[in-house]
């Protein structure tokens, strides 16, 4: 008999084995329950492959962006604020993959694993966003009929109050849209431009923090600079500039010097402490990313890629938090959308809103911010943004062909009611002063009064 | 009303669990226990006077530390000879090693008598029984499991007020009845398992627990056919408690093994015949407007059949091919059906009944090769199997054709989290099967994972208390069959609920107790037998005593 209960721990193998595999059901259940749950054919939450299920999205002011009644999924009934923030709020049908729609569906659907899909409501998770559907219809209409993208955060709480991006479309009725014009993406977050002259910013950064005397850097420019036997062009004949008349003035010749001067590794340090080379994430939302790769590349281009050119590409959202870097005292305040997701019964989830990410220290900030203050005072004129105290830079960027380049307006407002940092992007609108900078005054002078 | 049935829901969702995690808690306790004492049967005294004791009605003899009686000595064979009680007597026989019984050489099993001298390798010892009465072995006290019964009631009535509230519009009468009678039941066997002092509820617990499941699920998919579930499951337990009264004369049982496989084998003949299909496989038998699956009671006759075949009577390599026969020939007729969950079942249990009586680990080697060259072949024959094993792994690139059964199941279970939705709030049951085949989903959406985890944690259960069972079998029969039915259970259930979730292919099979059925729950209650058979200590015997002592 003693053989026989040995040999009966047989019965304790298949016992284990079939543990294990309880086990290995349970851990997939844990962690990609939430894909299983959210499948489009789960009749918990969708009806007809449409999402049924799920809490109201609200901005700032409490304005119901999209709501659930009866089983049906309605959007605000206004077609402008649709359409202004159909990339903050997604689609039903999960196009637009950067949307809270689909970027929070475990969240707006009130999905956890200990609960699936029930709430004692027979509704969804609630969630506020940071942003404003007012401001936002404001800054669609200022693009008008455009490509392009208008971001805006307050770089002391983090808050986004405009996310914009065009073309858009009205998510209560146009879906399955053409992909080619990249109606779905989200051109903040998923974008992916040449900077031009707006990467100054960094190159002056790194002078900044890296050149012993700034102030006595001074170089020739000649319309021009010949690079390694090669000709970099300037816009204008400059003559001997320092590193502030060197970007009121854009001069690219002093600046394409700066890089050389500073070298590769320095120049590309400060480029990825400010967020280049590095996926960025907004509310755990993956953006694109900006790239600066210059190790490779000969003198004229390493010249050209310090002013903006050669293969460098810039996200919109990174450089909103290098604006709110600059603005904050050399700490970027990180940007955040979701304000709270709450069930009837309370707050279920607070974001970890308000981190803070070091990127360069306060002198230069302070500097940067300040050569940035008389850009506008000097060059693009501060009437135009009366009362927002500016500091901006333009960029236009080239895109090879012979299509209009892009225009970038990036920047932010010192004035303590309108702590704004700003980035505005409009595709093939020359040059960075004139559309995008009209754009940016208009979105900005409406945007409401902080306190 | 809808507000009551909301508040009902959402208390009772936390307290179902609750009360799982504490009945699982309460039977381990239990388990623990309820140790029986071991009693000594017989003994083999030395010349010296070192008792050798036998707990159970067989026992080894040989050099092996596996050996009932351990004779650490070079010129003892490892199994050397068996002791046995037969037809009233104990009996010797050898295994191949030399064996003097009253100084005589013995060629043939021999009886042994109360006193005998057996000499082996010139080791003596003296024989001596122990005449324990069957009373007195039911004479120690076991703890008596009411507790676990009160909560396990608790949970059922919790239960069924859910379903109850949430059908209450148009409710079914028979709803509230079946969970009655479901308590009352088992409160009924519980007094009369207290008046015949057999109070053991080890394993009735998880199947009373899995039961209340099924009549749930039930309750929730297909109301009509409550009353017919409620049936099967008396007729289960009327034909449980037969078939432990059969298996009390195993001596009986190892005579009629011819008949018992005759029987089997001429019923899965005619319904690889007559048979027709549902769902795939072409097993159901159809008499007049009633039909049932033979292969169901198959599974009962592999245990029992396994069990006799490989009997005490280790020396008969007869019998051990006559069983490997009759397995290959039940096989042959499931291949014939279609059947594979079941031939997967059938092989896996027929192993591990044939490695509980082993001596030949050549054997068990060449039959698991033989199982893969046959499966080869299988795959090559029908394709609709390989298909089958092509969207294993793969099922939501199939998700609405070949994996959705799987899909749906995944998606479900997500959605029921770990405390449900509610019973008859899921949405799987509108899919095939759901209530047989994916029921493991059910559980998880409607009562939720913790409770479909108890669910499954109840066969683990049922798999360590046979493993209990067999060490304090009475003899080897009870721990060979009561561990294949333990294997069956455990493989058929992972059979189902891996298969649903795609960490196996999908094969269509039940989970026991809790899957709606006809044939397949009496079937599953007669496996129940082979534990409650089990649960019989070795009893004594008194014999006549030999002129020496
Ligand atoms: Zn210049």
């Known amino acids: ?451 | 009303m809808e507000t009551v049935y909301a508040l009902y829901l959402a208390i009772s969702r936390w307290v179902l669990p609750l009360l799982s995690c504490l009945l699982v808690f309460l039977w381990i306790r239990y388990f623990r226990l309820s140790r029986p004492p071991r009693q000594t049967v017989a003994r083999f005294v030395t010349r010296e006077g070192d008792p050798s004791n036998l707990y159970a009605q067989e026992g080894l003899i040989g050099r092996s530390k596996h050996c009932d009686i351990l004779l650490p000595l070079p010129t003892v064979e490892k199994r050397h000879a068996v002791v046995y009680q037969k037809k009233g007597n104990w009996w010797i026989a050898s295994l191949g090693g030399e064996v003097w019984v009253n100084e005589e050489y013995i060629e043939e099993e021999t009886i042994l008598l109360h006193g005998d001298m057996v000499a082996i390798a010139e080791q003596e010892l003296m024989f001596e029984c122990n005449d324990l009465e069957e009373e007195d072995v039911y004479s120690y006290r076991m703890p008596s499991g009411a507790l676990s019964l009160i909560v396990l009631t608790v949970f059922q009535l919790v239960m069924g007020g859910q379903i109850c509230l949430r059908f209450l519009d148009a409710l079914p009468t028979m709803l509230p009845i079946c969970f009655g009678a479901l308590v009352v039941g088992q409160w009924i066997y519980f007094a009369a398992t207290r008046l015949m002092h057999r109070p053991m509820l080890l394993a009735e617990l998880p199947i009373l627990y899995l039961v209340t499941l099924g009549t749930a699920v039930c309750a929730c998919a297909t109301p009509d056919v409550l009353l017919k579930q409620l049936f099967c499951i008396g007729v289960g337990v009327v034909g449980c408690l037969c078939l432990a009264f059969l298996l009390r004369y195993h001596e009986f049982c190892y005579g009629a093994r011819y008949v018992f496989a005759l029987i089997t084998v001429g019923v899965m003949a005619v319904t690889v015949v007559f048979g027709t299909r549902i769902y795939g496989a072409r097993n159901w038998l159809s008499i007049g407007s009633y039909s049932f699956q033979p292969s169901e009671f198959a599974k009962v006759a592999l245990l029992l059949v396994g069990g006799c075949c490989l009997y005490v009577s280790l020396t008969k390599w007869k019998n051990r091919w006559f069983f490997l026969f009759f397995c290959a020939a039940v096989m042959g007729t499931l291949v014939l059906m279609v059947d594979f969950g079941a031939i997967a079942i059938f092989f896996v249990t027929m192993l591990v009944i044939l490695l509980m009586r082993m001596t030949d680990w050549r054997l068990v080697t060449a039959i698991g090769l033989g199982a893969v060259a046959a499966g080869t072949v299988v795959l090559l024959l029908y394709p609709h199997i390989a298909d089958r094993f092509s969207v294993w792994t793969n099922v939501w690139q199939y998700a609405s054709s070949t994996g959705y059964q799987q899909t749906r199941t995944m998606i479900a279970a997500a959605s029921g989290g770990l405390l449900g939705v509610g019973g008859g709030n899921g949405t799987l049951l509108s899919v095939a099967a759901a209530d047989t085949d994916l029921v493991f989903g059910v559980l998880c959406e409607e009562w939720g994972g913790i409770i479909a985890l108890c669910a499954a944690m109840c066969f683990v259960a049922l798999g360590f208390y046979a493993v209990r069972l067999a060490r304090f079998a009475a003899c080897g029969f009870y721990a060979t069959t009561v561990c294949g039915a333990a294997v069956m259970m455990l493989f058929q259930t992972a059979l189902n609920i891996f298969g649903s979730t795609d960490l196996l292919p999908l094969t269509g099979v039940t989970m026991m107790f809790v899957s709606r059925g006809g044939t397949s729950l009496i079937a599953a209650f007669l496996l129940l037998a082979f534990f409650k058979a089990a649960e019989r200590p070795a009893c004594g015997l008194e014999t006549e005593r030999r002129r020496y002592y």
């Open chain 1, 1 to 451: 008999m003693k053989r026989i209960s040995f040999h009966s721990l047989a019965v304790i193998v298949v016992a284990l084995l079939f543990c294990a595999g309880l086990g290995l059901f349970y851990g997939r259940l844990a962690l990609v329950g939430d894909a299983w749950a959210t499948y489009p054919t789960n009749r918990h939450l969708y009806k007809d492959g449409h999402l049924v299920k799920a809490g109201e999205i609200t901005d700032r002011d409490g304005t119901v962006l999209a709501y659930t009644r009866k089983g049906t999924r309605y959007f605000h009934e206004d077609i402008r604020i649709r359409q202004a923030t159909a990339h903050t709020v997604g689609d039903l049908d999960g196009f637009v993959s950067t949307g809270v729609h689909s970027a929070f569906l475990n969240e707006l659907t009130g999905y956890d694993l200990i609960n699936g899909t029930y709430n004692m409501s027979g509704e969804g998770h609630d969630m506020r966003l940071t942003v404003d559907a007012d401001l936002s219809v404001t800054a669609c209409q200022a693009l008008g009929n455009r490509a392009g993208t208008v971001g805006i955060y307050n770089y002391k709480t983090g808050e986004i109050l405009c996310m914009v991006s065009t073309p858009t479309f009205d998510p209560a009725s146009e879906t399955g849209l053409a992909e080619e014009k990249g109606v779905y993406v989200n051109r903040l977050l998923s974008g992916s431009y040449a900077p031009g002259s707006i990467f100054k910013l960094v190159t002056a950064l790194s002078a900044l923090e890296n050149l012993d005397d700034v102030a006595s850097h001074r170089y020739t420019c000649a319309r021009g600079v010949t690079i390694g036997g090669e000709w970099l062009s300037c816009l204008g004949n400059h003559g001997k500039v320092d590193l502030e008349s060197a970007l009121v003035k854009s001069c690219n010749a002093a600046f394409a010097q700066f890089a050389l001067t500073l070298g590769r590794s320095r120049l590309t340090k400060t480029a990825e402490k400010v967020g280049f080379n590095q996926t960025l994430t907004m509310d755990g939302i993956a953006c694109t990313q900006s790239c600066y790769q210059v190790e490779k590349s000969n003198d004229i281009d390493f010249g050209w890629s310090g002013i903006g050119q050669h293969n460098d590409t810039v996200n919109p959202f990174q450089f909103l938090t290098f604006m709110g870097g600059i603005a904050g005292g050399g700490t970027c305040v990180w940007p955040y959308l979701v304000e709270d997701i709450s069930s009837f019964s309370g707050t279920v989830k607070t974001m970890s809103n308000g981190k803070r990410v070091s990127m360069m220290s306060k002198d230069a900030a302070a500097t940067l911010s300040d050569m940035m203050r008389k850009d506008v005072t000097d060059h693009y004129g501060d009437g135009n943004f009366a009362g927002l105290e500016l500091c901006a830079k333009t960029g236009t960027a080239e895109i090879g062909d012979q299509s209009t380049p892009h225009s970038w307006f990036v920047g932010f407002c010192r004035a303590p009611d309108k702590p704004y940092a700003f980035v505005v992007v409009v595709e093939n609108a020359g040059a960075g002063l004139g559309v995008a900078s009209h754009i940016a005054a208009r979105v900005l002078k409406a945007a409401p009064k902080w306190s």
